[in-house]
């Protein structure tokens, strides 16, 4: 619709962008570093964050750039994952069919595991998305799934991510056990304004549009109402840019985005 409008050669602000030509704000580089750093360490990692801060973007970064002949990158999203379903998935994963039994599909994992391992040469990466709406169950699952040859190794890098809250229940007594295990915590920050600005700008590029389409009182203003959350960010910026092209308007300035919060989004 816009595109034309904007001589936009791609579409801008959409999920499908390739992770490689997203925006990578600085500090964003230092949660890839400790993903890396949990990789290659075989460790238990935790990644939290508000509701669209770009956590499953983060990982689909991370998981592009993990070297296939060194690791494999299992990935679970699941809103209602049990152990028994864990490992099932976990398996078909690695091409094989799980036994019916929790227990059996645990020894199963940690037999193909080391396989993987010993004679791929090869670590695997085992990520959980959506980790916040893990029942207790599972989170207690996780605990018993590290501890391999009493305690003496870790069969897998395993990173749990999920909305702040998950680390809000780990925070409980009650989980002290699990927390005690943690080797690695981050929390996903909200973008600052200079963030803001160049998240847009990088989108804009990406679709071939070199133009500073959006004003920066413009910015400012979606900045503002965003608390630069990525996905606020692209909503309100498609939508201003389809009200601008409605409207002739080359340029989106600060009283085109109040309208547009106001008529689309309150």
Request: hydrophobic letters at 35%; a negative charge; one cysteine or more.
């Amino acid at each position: 619709m816009f595109e034309s409008f904007y001589g936009f050669q791609a579409t801008p602000f959409s999920r499908s962008i390739p992770s490689s030509s997203l925006y990578q704000a600085p500090r964003l580089e230092e949660v890839q570093g400790r993903l890396r750093y949990a990789a290659s360490h075989q460790l238990f990692m935790i990644v939290t964050g508000d509701a669209g801060t770009g956590k499953t973007t983060l990982l689909r970064r991370f998981t592009e750039t993990l070297d296939p002949q060194q690791y494999q990158a299992l990935y679970l999203s699941d809103s209602k994952l049990t152990p028994r379903h864990f490992y099932k998935g976990l398996l078909e994963q690695l091409g094989c069919e799980a036994k019916f039994y929790r227990g059996d599909a645990k020894r199963q994992l940690h037999q193909q595991i080391e396989i993987m391992r010993g004679v791929q040469g090869r670590y695997p990466v085992v990520i959980v998305d959506e980790a916040h709406l893990l029942d207790r169950e599972m989170l207690e699952e996780v605990r018993f799934l590290l501890n391999v040859q009493m305690d003496a190794m870790s069969p897998m890098a395993l990173i749990l991510v999920g909305q702040s809250e998950l680390w809000d229940r780990l925070k409980l007594q009650s989980f002290a056990a699990i927390r005690q295990r943690i080797d690695l915590q981050y929390q996903l920050p909200h973008y600052d304004r200079s963030e803001v600005e160049g998240y847009i700008k990088t989108s804009l590029t990406y679709a071939g549009n070199q133009a500073d389409i959006f004003s920066d009182a413009a910015i400012e203003e979606i900045h503002q109402y965003t608390n630069g959350t990525p996905r606020l960010i692209n909503k309100v910026c498609t939508h201003c840019l389809m009200y601008g092209s409605q409207s002739g308007h080359r340029i989106i300035d600060d009283h085109m985005v109040k309208d547009v919060i106001t008529g689309e989004f309150q």
